[in-house]
């Protein structure tokens, strides 16, 4: 990536690189990183006169994030034509703006509030404790396939009823393929590609089939009125301008999979991951779970007072935030920083590189659970779920999951990284994702924990080397 500083009618110079647009798919976290150390919080990547903007921090992600009129978000490159499957399939929330979001948010919403999540623990609760009774100690399992085929099976039965297991990966493996499919031919609206242009025929055709076995499920549910799924309180869901369409319906259920799914699989795994690296801390998290708990799937009750756990959980999301980036597009022109900002320019911002700023978390790159003791961030400081207007309607249940099936797996197993196994990661649809196989070692759980060298680039991300610690009493 070559460094340009160009003027821009003023003395001052623009903060602009010129490279490939490719080079921010290829590796985010890369590419942001350079940019951030070449030219600070605002940047520009231009190619051949295209430019996307990149604003990191809290300050531009409070511009960015709290202010829906002007920031649109537009998730999905490729729409199709109207009445195609495909615009139907990406016409979630996160391609709505303004007043037809808000509408829907509160829509689609109650599915998600607290009292709706309660009725999810008996589901989440089933297949948390069958996943945990096939496992054998002194076996070794690529822990992100495994959480990634539970998180296939509980969202399909969470948000549409399925309970049968076959329909769920079926249909959940439609839609990973359908979401991989927008994402790698999504790039090729950043740049004229023809092999990629030659693939849109088959996106199209496969979002035929996927809209069908979706519209499928609607109908099913449909005629089962009394479904607690997500879906079927979306169906029974209304207000003063009437229901959710069908069609409207189709890009709602598309959209909350493709959402819930991986996000949380990868939350679960790299949580796991950093624990067994990280001896003192599953440690202290091993107390809390024999002390507060039975050996069991965790009540509600008991869910409030694992406060460890909870730090545990927040410190996984920040140093390795499953959704590491998501963009904007300027629906009107503006002021970014240095930059007048035309309309439709795209806008980056990102979660991983506002959480491993120094200036608000000291010593970034290190695993430190104990520092949410005496920390606050505000919402626009750690945003692992977004923040602002649009922040995840499925952050409750994220959270409730992730503080149910890592006790549970944890009271039963002790869970060790293969000695030399690569750890790596790459940021793939904004997702941060392993990208070889996150191998792990089950054995009964003895309280005893050991961390274990391991290659990749995780060292990149975070840094491994145990630290003393002190804990604190929490208050
Ligand atoms: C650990 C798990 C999860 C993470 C890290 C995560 C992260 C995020 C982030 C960062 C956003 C904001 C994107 C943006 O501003 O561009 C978002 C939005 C969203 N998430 Fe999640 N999410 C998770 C789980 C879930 C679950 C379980 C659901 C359940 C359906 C869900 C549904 C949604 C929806 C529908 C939106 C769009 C909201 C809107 O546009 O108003 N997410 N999520």
């Given amino acids: 990536m070559a460094n340009l500083v160009l003027t821009h009618g003023s003395d001052e110079p623009l903060p602009i690189t010129r490279g490939r647009l490719f080079d921010f798919p290829d590796d985010p976290i890369a590419c942001m990183r350079k940019l951030k150390a070449r030219h600070g919080n605002i940047a520009a990547l231009e190619d ?23 920031y649109h978000s537009q998730f999905f490159a490729i729409r199709g034509s109207r009445n195609s499957p495909q615009r139907r399939l990406t016409s979630g929330l996160l391609s709505m703006n303004g007043e037809q979001h808000k509408r829907q948010r509160r ?6 509030l607290k009292k709706a999540i309660l009725n999810y623990v008996p589901t989440i609760r089933k297949l948390t404790e069958e996943m945990v009774s096939e496992w054998k100690p002194g076996t070794e399992r690529d822990i ?3 959480m990634t085929d539970f998180m296939l099976r509980l969202t399909s039965t969470i948000l549409f009823g399925i309970d049968d297991a076959e329909m769920a990966y079926r249909v959940g493996h439609m839609i990973d393929h359908w979401v991989h499919m927008n994402h790698e031919l999504g790039m090729g609206a950043f740049v004229a590609n023809q092999d990629i242009a030659n693939r849109y025929g088959d996106l199209l055709t496969f979002a035929g089939t996927l809209e069908s076995e979706i519209k499928a499920m609607i109908n099913q549910r449909k005629g089962n009125p009394t479904g607690r799924d997500a879906l079927s309180m979306m169906i029974s869901a209304h207000d003063s301008e009437g229901s959710i369409s069908d069609d409207e319906l189709i890009g709602q259920a598309a959209l909350m999979f493709g959402a ?11 949580t796991l991951f950093l624990l067994a690296e990280h001896p003192s801390v599953m ?9 507060k708990l039975d050996g069991g799937f965790p009540t509600a009750d008991q869910v409030d007072q694992l406060h460890c756990t909870e730090r545990v959980v927040k410190e996984s999301m920040r140093i390795l935030p499953a959704s590491s980036y998501s963009q904007r597009v300027s629906a009107v022109a503006t002021q970014l920083g240095p930059f007048a900002l035309p309309p439709s320019a795209g806008i980056v911002f990102s979660q991983f590189m506002t959480h491993h700023m120094p200036e608000l978390y000291p010593n970034p790159e290190e695993y430190r659970p104990e520092r949410w003791l005496h920390i606050n961030p505000s ?26 099936v890592l006790p549970t797996i944890l009271q039963r197993f002790k869970v060790t990284a293969v000695p030399m196994s690569e750890v790596s990661g790459k940021v793939i649809s904004t997702m941060l994702c392993p990208t070889s196989a996150l191998m792990m070692r089950l054995d009964e ?30 208050a």
């Fill in 379 to 404: 919402p626009y400081e750690y945003l692992p779920f977004g923040a602002g207007p649009r922040m995840c309607i499925g952050a409750p249940l994220a959270m409730l999951i992730m503080k149910t």
């Fill in 445 to 474: 759980q003895d309280g005893r924990f050991e961390a274990q060298a391991v290659r990749g680039n995780i060292h990149e991300m975070v840094d491994l080397r145990e630290v003393p610690r002190v804990v604190r009493k929490a």
């Fill in 48 to 70: 051949e006169g295209q430019r996307v903007y990149f604003a990191f921090g809290p300050e531009f992600n409070h511009q960015i994030l709290s202010d829906g009129t002007t």
């Fill in 283 to 291: 440690g202290e998290l091993h107390q809390e779970l024999k002390t």
């Fill in 144 to 146: 992100n396939r495994d």
């Fill in 107 to 112: 829509l689609v919403m109650d599915a998600f």
């Fill in 260 to 270: 819930a799914h991986l996000t949380t699989a990868h939350s679960l795994a790299w």
